[in-house]
Nanobody
Framework: VQLVESGGGLVQAGGSLRLSCAVS????????MGWFRQAPGKQRELVAA???????NYADSVKGRFAISRDNAKDTVYLQMNSLKPEDTAVYYC????????????????WGQGTQVTVSS
């Protein structure tokens, strides 16, 4: 399994970034996809997830600012991040779950290398 994130960078507060994650080695359309982030000194946290049917769930801290989407034809998941804040600064990782594990709240088993997002004030 390979998950390759891209699209991170340095942006000013209020700006936007679009992260992408290209996935191989799994049947992409059969899996729930998600984005996590980890800031220095903090635990990794779930930012957003999108089910096989396209339903999205978000952490309260990003609701209304971030949007997760998926392209099953390209085996790629995206995270559109708008109105970025300094507290969004973190390494962002994509991951996946078989649907039954996502519903059960199980942690994902595979991670990409991550992409750094830095938001300056």
């Amino acid at each position: 399994v390979q998950l390759v994130e891209s699209g991170g960078g340095l942006v000013q507060a209020g700006g936007s970034l679009r992260l992408s994650c290209a996935v191989s080695g799994i049947t992409f359309s059969f899996n729930v996809m998600g984005w996590f982030r980890q800031a220095p000194g903090k635990q990794r946290e779930l930012v957003a997830a999108i089910t096989t049917g396209g339903s999205a769930n978000y952490a309260d801290s990003v609701k209304g600012r971030f949007a997760i989407s998926r392209d099953n034809a390209k085996d790629t998941v995206y995270l559109q991040m708008n109105s970025l804040k300094p507290e969004d600064t973190a390494v962002y990782y994509c991951t996946f779950w078989p649907p039954r594990l996502y519903v059960n709240g199980s942690p994902p088993g595979s991670w990409g290398q991550g992409t750094q997002v830095t938001v300056s004030s």
